[in-house]
């Protein structure tokens, strides 16, 4: 089978498509045909092994997994000897972060537990979108954020794959949506239903006088002063994503600011979990948040794909395909 292989840390170009072995499914795994799978920041940051301290844990001289591919969407070909929640033929999709990747590839075995069924009105592609962004949209108002219906809700970074679904998730959660994001992608963040659109070219959040109980960066480049700024008492900001400083606020006055007063800091770290994704197909049926697609590549694109996601271009997901058709 053909699957993009990268076995050192570097820029996209280290990506390879090469023939490799056609897996097979142990005990309580299940072998899917890939038909879509999608790119996540962690992709670029996997390939090249920044920070160092990914290194830790996804391989310290050369990567671990040779095959990147969180996200993926496609159908159950064979299953082991004790998977009884799946059949051939099911349509299924999964984060599989927690399971050594694998879906920038045409086949991938993967413990029944990672995934979930996919639900009928989606397109394999449209699956592929969800997972890995939208659990950490999730977790982060949800569980992190403690959101409330009602509550005035800011989301930086709405117009990415997280921010897409976190602003989708606040207004299904009943929250008023502030959402902040570039000039060109406002009309696609105003279509996910966000009451007030920011453009951070023209305005700046932390000066419009308006506060909020919940700010979650989902990809966010400000201090973490600025986000204490307009946060109401008892509010909570919540570090998704952004750059290395927002990581480094978030571990040291973090933690101590949350002392000072009734406004918290907290940080995220996704947890992969089908309960979660469960719950998130329950919303997709109901029609309550949609994925976005902004493109989709081929399998033998995905440099180029992981290359126009780095760039920040994106408004939405950007799908990977491989072939498969239903
Ligand atoms: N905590 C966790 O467990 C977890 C899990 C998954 C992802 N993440 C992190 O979450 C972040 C977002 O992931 P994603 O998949 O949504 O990425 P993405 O799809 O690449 O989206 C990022 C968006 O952020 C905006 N952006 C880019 N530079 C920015 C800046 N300097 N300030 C504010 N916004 C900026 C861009 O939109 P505009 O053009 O509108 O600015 C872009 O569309 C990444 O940092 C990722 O590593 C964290």
């Not at 699957?3 to 899917?32: C, F, H, K, S």
């Not at 045409?106 to 537990?113: G, H, L």
């Not at 890995?132 to 809700?153: E, F, H, I, W, Y």
């Not at 239903?193 to 400000?222: C, M, P, Q, S, W």
Request: proline share 6%.
């Amino acid at each position: 089978m053909k699957a993009m292989v990268y076995t050192q840390y570097g820029p996209p170009d280290v990506l390879r498509l090469e023939e490799i072995a056609m897996p097979t499914p142990g005990n309580d795994e299940v072998l899917v045909r890939v038909y879509a799978a999608s790119a996540n920041a962690s992709d670029w940051h996997l390939l090249r092994g920044v920070p160092f301290p990914v290194r830790f844990v996804y391989g310290l001289f050369r990567p671990k997994y040779p095959v990147l591919g969180a996200d993926m969407a496609g159908r159950v070909e064979a299953v082991g000897a004790s998977v009884t929640r799946f059949r051939p033929g099911d349509a299924v999709f999964g984060d599989l972060s927690a399971y050594g990747f694998g879906g920038y590839a045409e086949y991938v075995c993967v413990k029944a537990e990672a995934l979930v069924r996919k639900p009928d009105h989606l397109s394999f592609a449209e699956a592929a979108a969800v997972p890995s962004a939208a659990l950490t949209a999730l977790q982060g108002l949800r569980d992190k954020g403690k959101l409330q219906p009602g509550q005035n809700v800011l989301i930086h970074g709405a117009s990415g794959g997280v921010g897409s679904f976190a602003v989708q998730f606040a207004k299904a959660f009943g929250a008023e949506v502030t959402a902040v994001c570039s000039t060109r992608k406002m009309a696609v963040v105003r279509s996910l239903g966000a009451d007030h659109v920011i453009d951070y070219n023209r305005e700046d959040f932390a000066r419009t006088g308006r506060k909020y109980n919940l700010i979650f960066a989902a990809n966010g480049n400000r201090s973490i002063f600025d986000y204490r700024r307009v946060l109401l008492p008892n509010g909570i900001y919540v570090m998704g994503g952004g750059a290395g400083r927002q990581m480094v606020q978030a571990m040291t006055p973090g933690p101590l600011l949350t002392l000072l007063d009734s406004r918290e800091h907290v940080n995220l770290l996704m947890k992969p979990n089908p309960a979660d994704l469960a719950f998130i197909g329950g919303l997709l049926e109901s029609r309550k948040i949609v994925p976005i697609i902004d493109r989709c590549f081929p399998l033998d694109a995905v440099p180029e794909a992981i290359r126009y996601l780095e760039a920040g271009q994106a408004a939405g997901k950007v799908v990977i395909t491989t072939g498969a058709t239903v």
